[in-house]
């Protein structure tokens, strides 16, 4: 049977007078690909920078539970510490330090050093390409190249919930597909369970266990991507288009 991880119930967000978040009801389980789809302003960042504990000062209200604990009111650094690690918007790397300490940074809270190591060269394994450019400055690697050294480092957080906030932002397709694949590695290697905003509607169908369509801050469809391949119907949630 599958176990609930991360449980999203009726939540409303506000930037001041502008709503971003109406209602929105949501889960992942563990082990699950889940993808959030929805064009610009549809509410994705919005709700990963609510489980990630980083909305502080908007008003808010429902709840958010990971593995039934509730997390309002919780600093992203407790949230962290319970398992779930973002990966924003951006690729945000330290472009002066190597790809090596880049990667290192997320690990130094943790004390079992060898546990590290072995994991370090999983992802290494995992992205050859860091491996080779381990002593090169993060800011020098390709956007593709960048994306996978964040994802390296949230991995390396001891992480069980990772938070991608649109990973293919920016990449050639043959990079994005890349990417991807190495997602879907990390879960069946590690066991990771991936909450995912996307933009693109071909790709959640791909690569989502479940996908929820976003507009104007509610889910306006959720479901497998075999019940949701019917292309109108995805098409009508993602424009609003009859
Ligand atoms: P994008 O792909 O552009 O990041 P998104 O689906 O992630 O889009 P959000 O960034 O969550 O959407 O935005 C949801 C709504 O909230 C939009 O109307 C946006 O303009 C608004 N919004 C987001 N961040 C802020 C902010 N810091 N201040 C005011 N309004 C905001």
């Known amino acids: 049977m599958s176990r609930r991880i991360l449980e999203v119930q009726s939540l409303s967000v506000s930037y001041g007078k502008t709503p971003a978040l109406r209602g929105l009801n949501l889960h992942v389980d563990q082990g699950?690909?889940?993808?959030?789809?929805?064009?610009?302003?549809?509410?994705?960042?919005?709700?990963?920078?609510?489980?990630?504990?980083?909305?502080?000062?908007?008003?808010?209200?429902g709840s958010i539970s990971l593995n039934g604990i509730p997390l309002q009111g919780k600093s992203p650094e407790a949230i962290a510490r319970l398992g779930i690690s973002m990966v924003p918007e951006g690729r945000h790397v330290f472009p002066e330090m190597s790809v090596l300490e880049n990667l290192k940074v997320g690990t130094y809270m943790r004390?079992?050093?060898?546990?590290?190591?072995?994991?370090?060269?999983?992802?290494?394994?995992?992205?050859?390409?860091?491996?080779?450019?381990?002593?090169?400055?993060?800011?020098?690697?390709?956007?593709?190249?960048?994306?996978?050294?964040?994802?390296?480092?949230?991995?390396?957080?001891?992480?069980?919930?990772?938070?991608?906030?649109?990973?293919?932002?920016?990449?050639?397709?043959?990079?994005?597909?890349?990417?991807?694949?190495?997602?879907?590695?990390?879960?069946?290697?590690?066991?990771?369970?991936?909450?995912?905003?996307?933009?693109?509607?071909n790709r959640v169908l791909r690569y989502a266990d479940r996908i929820y369509v976003l507009r104007g801050g509610e889910v306006r469809l959720t479901g497998t991507p075999d019940r949701l391949r019917d292309g109108d119907t995805i098409r009508e949630a993602y424009f609003g288009l009859p």
């Open 32 to 61: 699950e690909v889940v993808c959030i789809v929805g064009q610009n302003g549809a509410g994705k960042s919005t709700t990963m920078n609510a489980v990630a504990g980083s909305l502080s000062g908007r008003r808010e209200s």
């Open 111 to 201: 004390p079992n050093r060898n546990r590290v190591a072995q994991e370090l060269d999983t992802i290494f394994q995992l992205f050859p390409r860091l491996y080779e450019r381990r002593h090169s400055a993060a800011g020098n690697l390709s956007g593709g190249e960048q994306q996978m050294l964040v994802i390296g480092r949230a991995v390396l957080t001891d992480a069980k919930l990772l938070l991608i906030d649109e990973p293919s932002l920016g990449l050639a397709p043959r990079v994005t597909e890349d990417v991807y694949r190495a997602l879907l590695k990390l879960r069946e290697t590690k066991g990771l369970t991936l909450l995912i905003n996307e933009q693109s509607t």
